[in-house]
């Protein structure tokens, strides 16, 4: 029985609108423009029509998302008084004598909307739907009774997202050499170990001995000469640097 019920209220609505629009003359959208604005509570809208019509034409039809709330209807810039008929408004404009006609309509849709819907009742010329100063849809010559659906889901940019992703790139590189740098200065560059007085002293006296030596087995013909300059060279190099270290050490 449920359903039923839902089934009559449908068939009703559109033979309702049918019916209305059907009776209506020559009626024509030159110009609907739908602005719609992100706030903090939910969606506001903002739309502007164009007709024209013929001056027997008593009624014109709105049809209006089922969410919205706060509908209001001017007419060449005066507030009229609607019936509304589920999505659709009915618009009484048998006080206007001219056959160009204004209408601007604001109303609010929650924030948990993720589509918009329209529904063209009349032939429009030109139909535009702008969100938050962005085009969304630019169309000319609809029929009437077509249906159109627009994402409210928010995209970000591609070449927003493409630049933002280079600067972290970049960011990314300079990090890895500044890593790399002190990575392998860490590796290269060893912090110099202390060396007393005391062990400066006994490095020299082990010097002294070893290059004693060397002299010994030179003479005893037990390495050649070559190799005992070699290693008489490499010693006495070493003796010298400590013994500098010393005179250092007590100069200071």
Not at 14 to 42: M, P, R, Y
Request: glycine share 4%.
């Amino acid at each position: 029985m449920r359903c039923k019920g839902l089934c009559v209220i449908a068939v009703t609505t559109v033979l309702f609108i049918s019916v209305l629009t059907g009776v209506a003359g020559a009626i024509n959208v030159e110009k609907h423009e739908v602005d719609l604005t992100t706030g903090d509570t939910g969606f506001s809208l903002n739309e502007k029509i164009n007709v024209t019509r013929e001056t027997n034409d008593s009624m014109f039809l709105l049809w209006i998302q089922g969410e919205a709330t706060n509908v209001v209807v001017s007419v060449n810039g005066e507030p009229i008084v609607v019936t509304r008929v589920n999505n659709t408004f009915v618009c009484n404009i048998s006080s206007f004598n001219t056959t160009s006609i204004t209408f601007v309509v604001t109303y609010m849709l929650p924030k948990t909307i993720t589509v918009l819907e329209k529904y063209v009742l009349y032939n429009t010329s030109s139909f535009t739907v702008t969100y938050d100063d962005e085009t969304l849809f630019s169309g000319n010559t609809l029929s009437r009774d077509a249906t159109l659906s627009f994402s409210l889901v928010k995209h970000v940019k591609t070449e927003m997202v493409g630049g933002y992703l280079i600067y972290l790139l970049i960011l990314l590189i300079v990090l890895i050499l500044v890593l790399a740098f002190y990575a392998v200065r860490k590796r290269t560059v060893k912090p110099l170990p202390y060396e007393s007085e005391e062990l400066l002293a006994t490095k020299k006296t082990l010097l002294m001995n070893v290059l004693k030596e060397i002299e010994k087995k030179h003479r005893a013909k037990e390495i050649s000469d070559e190799r005992y300059r070699h290693l008489k060279d490499e010693y006495k190099r070493d003796a010298v640097e400590v013994m500098r270290k010393l005179e250092e050490k007590k100069g200071g």
